[in-house]
């Protein structure tokens, strides 16, 4: 009697949330009164996510025709036998990175969800992103191509201004669901983004330039790193944070972000 009770405990487990799960989901919206963060329709779902499947779902892909180095989408691109589908900057070898992918378009829903990751610290949406991330990885094959995962840092004091690196909430969910080490600290910002809301193509290559360095001591030698960020613009930033680690003895870097400019400039090697 007893075990038949247990087993029919382990049956409820199984079979999902069971009543609790409908009593979670009635009251979903004491924890989430305003409803979902960006188009305030009432959640529906117990996730911890406060954003609706709607909005979660409008997200648009980054298309399938891309550079295959830097995941620039190159619509009306075709790729020739035997070639690699390069952007001019990737032809001009511009990178320092071996290869970046993104999840979805900056644009739309995608750039509010990443504003409320970036001010208000929504860990469960950066979970989220990561298991996107997860997928995305997965769908390239690369799951074994890396050894450490390393989030963009952010300079110290801005930091400690905002009390944590968004990117972090991204990249320590996805070192988990890798099971690769994260390494939150390894990458420092030696030097902070000029205060300046708006950057030309060439500052904002100015502003990176050198700012990135590998804490001493790291253990950086010969492994492989993935490196996570929110949004991808002129990849001016991963191409830094790849250069302070190629320097430092890594393998390879492989950049990952939620987002991708849509209208990202093409960066043209004799600018800098
Ligand atoms: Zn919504
Ligand atoms: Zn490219």
């Known amino acids: 009697m007893a075990a038949g009770r247990r087993g029919g405990v ?3 487990f199984r079979n999902g949330r069971g009543w609790l799960g409908h009593i979670s989901d009635a009251v979903v919206s004491v924890f989430f009164p305003a409803g979902c963060r960006i188009c305030g329709s009432v959640l529906t779902s ?6 609706c499947e709607g909005c979660l779902s409008s997200f648009a892909r ?6 295959e180095v830097c995941g620039r989408p190159l619509p009306g691109f075709a790729k020739k036998e035997g070639e690699s589908l390069l952007c001019p900057a990737c032809r001009d070898k511009t990178y320092c990175f071996e290869r970046a992918r993104s999840f979805a378009l900056y644009q739309d829903a995608v750039v509010q969800a990443i504003l409320l990751l970036k001010f208000e610290q929504i860990e469960p949406l950066g979970a989220w992103f990561a298991e996107r991330l997860v997928e995305l990885v997965k769908a ?7 050894d450490v995962v390393v989030p963009v840092p952010l300079h110290r004091e ?5 009390g944590y690196n968004q990117a972090a909430l991204l990249s320590k969910p996805l070192a988990k669901k890798l099971r690769l080490p994260h390494e939150a600290v390894l990458l420092v910002r030696t030097r902070a983004r000029p205060d300046k809301r708006v950057l030309s193509l060439e500052e904002r290559w100015e502003s ?8 001493p001591g790291s253990q950086v030698d010969n492994l492989r790193f993935l490196l996570v960020d929110d949004v991808l613009t002129t990849g001016a930033t991963l191409d830094a944070c790849a250069r302070a680690l190629r ?6 870097v492989m950049g990952l972000t939620v987002a991708r400019a849509v209208r990202s400039p093409l960066p043209s090697s004799r600018e800098w």
């Open 158 to 162: 801005r930091e400690i201004e905002r």
């Open 10 to 12: 382990r049956a409820w």
């Open 46 to 51: 117990a996730s911890r996510v406060p954003l």
């Open 62 to 67: 980054v298309p399938g025709i891309l550079c």
């Open 208 to 215: 990176v330039r050198g700012a990135f360095a590998t804490r």
């Open 140 to 146: 390239e094959g690369l799951t074994r191509a890396a």
């Open 247 to 252: 320097d430092a003895g890594a393998k390879s």
